[in-house]
């Protein structure tokens, strides 16, 4: 019998190269045209094998009333959260705890894409299930993470940059072929250094190569710089920092012809900084960062897929609550890691007969976020650990 994400390589047709998504400017190239324009026939060919797909995963993860688990954190990073809970970081005990997050009952009903760190993309369940499998099964796409992480960017204010892009079309595809079908990149943008224009121009620069090579082996990328919160700035600094970092993303995506509808967007939200004294309201924060997205993103954009940063579970669904009460022309949504997995986590404590509380606890943190992005979450019957601030200065993720 055909596993699931054979099925999900099945199901996913792959186009004519005389084919392109309907809407694009670019037509059915004559045979001539081809030979006279070589460069431009290459660009045609690669991305018109995909380009349907593309934006069929990146509707399907942008649908209504679901978001994606950010369960991708690199080994060391996940060690700290075993660690917390008192267990060792060994591979058994990430593959407990993985095999926990993606065997939740009903999950796919709120959870509609899974970023998975590159050992679980290939890993097994503890009853040997593919972890891929168990993900299409529950209706829910498979995705991978795929940057190499942060190092200095030498010449600027002891800023950083993302490094990952050597090799970066060979790991793709071979992710593509284990059944994944989007990718995520994050680089970050720190306000109390600067951020320097070198700063700037290297996360723009970065996430556009990366998301032209996604595109080219079939995964949808998502483009994440993430403006940190460390800083005393109010919520003004944040959202002129904010602007900068967006025009300068869009202008590299369109200089290296990626295509706008099959990719998925994971900003900050506009809040102060975390050591501001102003602290703002989900309103203010809605309103601000509502009014970014119509200045810098365009709407062919499927689906803006907000990270929490640092804010507690109870926050970042409230903020991503107050930003759909009206209509956007996006699918504003999720992509939460510790803001749908702290409670959870804390819950099951690494103990067998836990696990099933702590899956309830997982499921209760999806739905709340399910229904703020339909705007209709209340934020009744929170639990006190949900209300917790978890900002922690200097976080890398």
């Known amino acids: 019998m055909a596993s699931a994400s054979a099925t999900l390589l099945k199901s996913s047709p792959v186009l004519d190269k005389s084919e392109w998504v309907k809407g694009q400017s670019i037509r059915h190239a004559s045979a001539t045209t081809v030979r006279c324009h070589p460069a431009a026939a290459s660009v045609l060919t690669v991305k018109a094998s995909y380009a349907d797909e593309l934006v069929k995963t990146a509707k399907t993860i942008a649908s209504p009333g679901r978001g994606i688990l950010a369960m991708d954190e690199s080994n060391a990073t996940c060690g700290k959260r075993l660690a917390s809970i008192g267990l060792e970081n060994t591979e058994a005990n990430r593959q407990a705890y993985r095999t926990l997050l993606v065997t939740v009952p009903g999950l796919g009903e709120y959870i509609s894409g899974a970023i998975l760190f590159e050992e679980t993309l290939y890993q097994s369940t503890v009853d040997g299930r593919k972890m891929v ?5 529950q209706n829910i796409v498979p995705g991978i993470k795929v940057d190499k992480g942060l190092v200095p960017l030498a010449g600027s204010n002891n800023e950083s940059w993302c490094q990952g892009l050597d090799g970066l079309a060979s790991r793709s595809a071979a992710y593509y072929q284990q059944g994944a079908r989007f990718a995520k990149w994050r680089t970050v943008v720190s306000i109390p250094n600067g951020p320097s224009a070198l700063a700037v121009k290297e996360a723009a620069w970065g996430l556009a190569r990366y998301a ?17 919160l460390d800083g005393e700035h109010g919520i003004d600094r944040t959202f002129e920092v904010a602007q900068k970092v967006w025009a300068e993303v869009f202008y590299y995506l369109a200089e290296n012809n990626v295509m706008f509808e099959g990719i998925l967007l994971k ?15 989900p309103q203010q924060v809605a309103e601000y960062t509502l009014k970014l997205l119509h200045r810098r993103i365009p709407p062919a954009v499927p689906g803006i897929m907000f990270l929490s940063g640092g804010q507690s579970e109870v926050e970042a669904t409230l903020n991503l609550n107050a930003m759909n009460q009206s209509p956007n022309p996006w699918h504003v949504s999720f992509s939460y890691a510790r803001a749908l ?4 986590l804390k819950t099951w404590g690494g103990r067998p007969e836990n696990v099933k509380p702590a899956q309830e606890t997982l499921l209760v943190r999806a739905k709340a976020n399910s229904l703020a992005q339909l705007g209709k979450y209340t934020g009744e019957g929170e639990s006190e650990e949900a209300k917790k601030g978890m900002f922690v200065k200097g976080y890398v993720y």
């Open 212 to 228: 032209a090579i996604s595109q080219d082996n079939g995964l949808v990328p998502i483009v994440e710089p993430e403006i940190l």
């Open 133 to 137: 499998d168990v993900l299409v099964e």
């Open 341 to 344: 997995q702290n409670t959870c």
């Open 267 to 281: 900003p900050s939200m506009v809040t102060p900084g975390a050591e501001c004294k102003d602290k703002a309201t």
